[in-house]
């Protein structure tokens, strides 16, 4: 059959990966505000909790994604024995049976969708409010003060800036007084790049758009900055707070704007004479043990468990699994070309028997059936299809490393639990693989690239979606894939390419 280039039909997000992300990111922002609220938020060094709002924000974005501890790759060889001719009519039967069912709707899908478009909607905002600067801008009168461009736009709005230009009503309305405080307010947003936190909490809701933390964020770092700038009117603080509530009534400034009257005013007005102790500092010194505590618990690794067998009894990833002797199975087969039969041998490795001391069911245990009442024999060979193309669009980089001819990912004995999540595998490497040469005589695959594709196989199947669970009697079981996946994994890699046959 032609080689065909690979259109893989992928959800746009990959929810349970993108769930324990989300997950860690939130724990991580929700401990480190509640930390904020109860130490820091009514003290006065705000450079530091301008600091401590940055930096614990990045931390919940990308910290989830580092992971610490190497990768768990679980060996085991699969199927020992090789066909006696050959299993091509096997492969047939399976992927024409595949062909003829439904395809079950992948609902990661739809979420992919529904998260692009808030993004899209998020940076159209984003682009109004540009969009409302720049008729400000153009539609105002501009006067040179200093480093300062003033515009006055003759609408009725707060004072605000961005970078050296400085919006308002009308110079007329203020007092000379009054002026100086609005000037020098600005030029410390100014001098304080104040702007670079704004653009960072302007990516932030466009990318994280639905998360209600990040909006958190916004507003604390907003309050920050206004204290830092209000420095300017400390030395007569009373005269200053008259001139905030007359402020407060304006409408605010375009979201990327810093705006005078920004609220709470009675917090702002507090603040000004505000003294924190020598002693309140040592509140600073928080920041290390939230990093520590994050860094352990909510890495993509915090909570892994190291692979450890005994006997036949392996621990991986807090569940233990107990494994049975092999056996050796024979296969009789009708080949459909010659009419005769072809005869396979095939001796299976120790394989899972038992899940945390419950039974591993198979597609061969006659009661058991998969969601939507479906064979359990039908879904786990659909499974472990949806496992291949799953692994193939997150490998495309490393498989596109092996020399040009046909591959198989050697992986066997998949494990779900209760809920339809992949528990445990073994993982034997990549081999190469051919419809029309035996195994035998196939040359091997590039030990380097093999061992880089096992260790990242070990977060990908460990984050793989949970669906399809296997039941009895309505109740959820562990059961095993026998096809996870061993006769429908065959890629072809051509001119570092990856296709399909």
Request: include cysteine; glycine fraction near 6%; proline fraction near 4%.
């Given at each position: 059959?032609?080689?065909?280039?690979?259109?893989?039909?992928?959800?746009?997000?990959?929810?349970?990966?993108?769930?324990?992300?989300?997950?860690?990111?939130?724990?991580?922002?929700?401990?480190?505000?509640?930390?904020?609220?109860?130490?820091?938020?009514?003290?006065?060094?705000?450079?530091?909790?301008?600091?401590?709002?940055?930096?614990?924000?990045?931390?919940?974005?990308?910290?989830?994604?580092?992971?610490?501890?190497?990768?768990?790759?679980?060996?085991?060889?699969?199927?020992?024995?090789?066909?006696?001719?050959?299993?091509?009519?096997?492969?047939?039967?399976?992927?024409?049976?595949?062909?003829?069912?439904?395809?079950?709707?992948?609902?990661?899908?739809?979420?992919?969708?529904?998260?692009?478009?808030?993004?899209?909607?998020?940076?159209?905002?984003?682009?109004?409010?540009?969009?409302?600067?720049?008729?400000?801008?153009?539609?105002?009168?501009?006067?040179?003060?200093?480093?300062?461009?003033?515009?006055?736009?003759?609408?009725?709005?707060?004072?605000?800036?961005?970078?050296?230009?400085?919006?308002?009503?009308?110079?007329?309305?203020?007092?000379?007084?009054?002026?100086?405080?609005?000037?020098?307010?600005?030029?410390?947003?100014?001098?304080?790049?104040?702007?670079?936190?704004?653009?960072?909490?302007?990516?932030?809701?466009?990318?994280?758009?639905?998360?209600?933390?990040?909006?958190?964020?916004?507003?604390?770092?907003?309050?920050?900055?206004?204290?830092?700038?209000?420095?300017?009117?400390?030395?007569?603080?009373?005269?200053?707070?008259?001139?905030l509530i007359e402020q407060s009534m304006l409408q605010h400034a375009p979201v990327i704007a810093h705006s005078f009257n920004y609220s709470p005013i009675k917090s702002r007005i507090i603040m000004l004479s505000?003294?924190?102790?020598?002693?309140?500092?040592?509140?600073?010194?928080?920041?290390?043990?939230?990093?520590?505590?994050?860094?352990?618990?909510?890495?993509?690794?915090?909570?892994?468990?190291?692979?450890?067998?005994?006997?036949?009894?392996?621990?991986?990833?807090?569940?233990?699994?107990?494994?049975?002797?092999?056996?050796?199975?024979?296969?009789?087969?009708?080949?459909?070309?010659?009419?005769?039969?072809?005869?396979?041998?095939?001796?299976?490795?120790?394989?899972?028997?038992?899940?945390?001391?419950?039974?591993?069911?198979?597609?061969?245990?006659?009661?058991?059936?998969?969601?939507?009442?479906?064979?359990?024999?039908?879904?786990?060979?659909?499974?472990?299809?949806?496992?291949?193309?799953?692994?193939?669009?997150?490998?495309?980089?490393?498989?596109?490393?092996?020399?040009?001819?046909?591959?198989?990912?050697?992986?066997?004995?998949?494990?779900?639990?209760?809920?339809?999540?992949?528990?445990?595998?073994?993982?034997?490497?990549?081999?190469?693989?051919?419809?029309?040469?035996?195994?035998?005589?196939?040359?091997?695959?590039?030990?380097?690239?093999?061992?880089?594709?096992?260790?990242?196989?070990?977060?990908?199947?460990?984050?793989?979606?949970?669906?399809?669970?296997?039941?009895?009697?309505?109740?959820?079981?562990?059961?095993?894939?026998?096809?996870?996946?061993?006769?429908?994994?065959?890629?072809?890699?051509?001119?570092?390419?990856?296709?399909?046959?």
């Open positions: 059959m032609p080689c065909q280039p690979l259109y893989p039909i992928t959800p746009l997000l990959k929810l349970p990966i993108m769930t324990q992300y989300l997950l860690n990111a939130t724990a991580i922002w929700l401990l480190s505000l509640l930390l904020f609220e109860l130490l820091l938020k009514k003290e006065a060094f705000h450079s530091y909790n301008r600091f401590y709002l940055i930096s614990t924000l990045l931390l919940g974005i990308f910290l989830p994604l580092w992971q610490w501890s190497d990768n768990t790759v679980i060996s085991g060889s699969g199927i020992a024995g090789k066909p006696i001719n050959n299993t091509i009519q096997i492969k047939e039967q399976v992927s024409t049976s595949i062909a003829s069912q439904h395809y079950i709707i992948d609902w990661s899908v739809y979420a992919g969708y529904i998260y692009l478009a808030g993004v899209i909607v998020s940076i159209i905002l984003l682009i109004a409010a540009i969009v409302k600067l720049l008729t400000f801008y153009y539609k105002g009168k501009r006067t040179k003060e200093g480093a300062w461009t003033v515009i006055e736009t003759g609408k009725h709005h707060t004072p605000f800036s961005i970078f050296n230009f400085v919006f308002v009503e009308s110079k007329a309305q203020y007092t000379a007084e009054q002026w100086k405080i609005i000037l020098t307010h600005e030029q410390l947003h100014s001098m304080a790049f104040h702007f670079a936190d704004m653009l960072l909490m302007q990516l932030a809701r466009i990318v994280f758009w639905f998360h209600p933390l990040v909006y958190v964020y916004q507003k604390r770092l907003s309050l920050v900055h206004e204290y830092q700038a209000d420095g300017a009117g400390a030395a007569k603080a009373k005269q200053y707070g008259i001139f505000k003294k924190s102790s020598s002693i309140t500092k040592s509140k600073m010194l928080l920041a290390v043990p939230l990093t520590l505590v994050c860094l352990l618990l909510f890495t993509k690794s915090g909570f892994s468990a190291k692979f450890e067998k005994q006997g036949n009894i392996v621990k991986y990833e807090g569940n233990t699994i107990e494994l049975k002797k092999g056996i050796r199975d024979t296969t009789v087969t009708v080949n459909s070309k010659t009419g005769k039969n072809d005869t396979a041998i095939a001796v299976r490795e120790p394989y899972p028997i038992k899940l945390n001391g419950e039974k591993i069911f198979t597609m061969y245990d006659s009661n058991i059936k998969m969601k939507y009442h479906e064979s359990a024999e039908f879904v786990s060979s659909k499974y472990a299809e949806s496992i291949l193309e799953y692994l193939l669009n997150n490998l495309t980089k490393e498989v596109e490393k092996l020399d040009d001819g046909g591959y198989r990912l050697g992986i066997n004995n998949v494990v779900l639990d209760q809920k339809g999540k992949i528990v445990y595998y073994e993982y034997s490497g990549v081999v190469t693989a051919s419809d029309t040469i035996p195994d035998e005589k196939l040359p091997k695959a590039n030990k380097a690239v093999s061992d880089e594709v096992g260790r990242k196989i070990g977060s990908l199947l460990n984050n793989y979606p949970a669906r399809n669970p296997a039941h009895l009697n309505g109740t959820g079981v562990p059961f095993l894939l026998y096809y996870a996946p061993e006769f429908l994994n065959i890629f072809t890699v051509k001119n570092h390419k990856l296709v399909s046959i």
